[in-house]
């Protein structure tokens, strides 16, 4: 087995993988990058079992054959590396040799035969959706899933398409994403829940301005794109009923410029209770008062703010890291917050900035104000 690869092309593409290998494995083999050589193409894989990523990158060759390489000394070597030439050579007694200018490194290899396969998807449903809405739909909605264990289905973001729109949504049970486009319909109406580490890579990783297959059935699903492909497995649950946690009517509406709302909000937070984080918001005509306090050490923060507000005098409590989070996701010069009663849930949508056939919808849930 003999391949020239440019450096520079390699490391990319190593670095694109990278991030699906685990710092602890339970098998040894997933430390390793397969690669698989057909002749001028090389197929790279890396795997933790629940989420396999592939690329092909031009090389020099004329052999077919494949192994497994290890990944950390591989990426470790080949960040010292200027751009430049390296050739691959498989040597005796599993050992593999790097050729570059300055001089030559052997490192062992282990047998393609004990990487894992990617699991074949069948009864497949498809889908075609571009790379920047996809990424746009997992930036306005991963950073709203929970963590909690119990209750895997909200630690992923629910795909539902139907043949009127494909919407994305995630939710902890404290606050809750809707990101929709109209503009692009599913003839299968389809659901299903992706896990948040092959969404990660997924932003990170996919290229910008091509389409995206994404092949799925009740267990796995795959999307591909040029040389790019993920294949993952998926969330096994209900996702919750999302709709009816969501108020038909909240008549009390603000309306703010989101960063101006967002940068007082960050200043008077950091006065807020540290486990709480609990900012007031006390709306009277057309202004805002935001408040924090830490009883526990003496601290008080309160700004006033200019705001279009139409309805009944209001004090309401929310957590301020979620209300932050929530703007900072957002474009638009303005945003409407509205409300209802103190204990029930704010609904944050942006005024401006959206795309034709676009449409998010943000709920938080509010905390509860002492007297």
Request: glycine share 4%; aromatic share 6%; net charge negative.
């Amino acid at each position: 087995m003999k391949f020239i690869v440019a450096s520079s092309s390699l490391l990319k593409h190593l670095q694109m993988l990278g991030g699906v290998i685990n710092s602890n494995n339970t098998m040894p083999i997933l430390d390793n990058f397969l690669f698989e050589l057909d002749q001028n193409k090389l197929k790279i894989t890396a795997s933790d079992l629940e989420t396999t990523v592939s690329t092909i990158i031009d090389v020099e060759s004329e052999d077919v054959e494949s192994i497994c390489v290890p990944s950390k000394i591989l990426l470790d070597t080949l960040k010292t590396f200027p751009s430049q030439p390296l050739t691959f050579l498989k040597k005796e007694n599993n050992q593999l040799e790097i050729i570059s200018e300055q001089g030559q490194y052997q490192l062992s290899y282990l047998s393609a035969d004990e990487f894992p396969e990617v699991p074949e998807l069948e009864d497949i449903r498809s889908t075609t959706i571009a790379s920047n809405i996809l990424v746009e739909a997992i930036n306005k909605t991963l950073f709203a899933t929970g963590n909690d264990e119990h209750r895997p289905v909200m630690t992923g973001v629910y795909f539902e398409w139907s043949n009127e729109a494909c919407r994305f949504v995630a939710t902890d049970a404290h606050r809750l994403i809707k990101y929709t486009r109209n503009d692009i319909q599913s003839t299968d109406g389809s659901n299903f829940i992706m896990p948040k580490k092959p969404l990660n890579l997924l932003k990170n990783i996919l290229p910008a301005g091509e389409d995206v297959l994404v092949d799925y059935n009740e267990i796995n699903t795959r999307f591909s794109t040029g040389q790019i492909t993920i294949t993952c497995r998926l969330i096994d649950g209900k996702y919750p009923a999302y709709n009816a946690v969501i108020p038909k009517e909240n008549p009390n509406v603000m309306t703010i410029n989101r960063t101006m709302f967002l940068n007082s909000l960050r200043r008077v937070a950091i006065f807020a209770n540290k486990s709480t984080h609990l900012v007031r918001l006390k709306l009277n005509g057309n202004q805002l008062l935001i408040s924090a306090e830490d009883v526990d050490f003496s601290n008080k923060a309160e700004e006033k703010l200019p705001c279009d507000y139409n309805g009944e005098d209001l004090q309401i409590g929310f957590n301020a890291k979620f209300l932050s989070e929530m703007l900072q996701n957002l474009q638009s010069d303005d945003i409407t917050l509205s409300m209802s009663e103190p204990n029930r849930a704010g609904i944050i949508r942006p005024v401006d900035g959206l795309e034709e056939g676009e449409d998010i919808l943000m709920l938080v849930m509010p905390l509860m104000l002492s007297a």
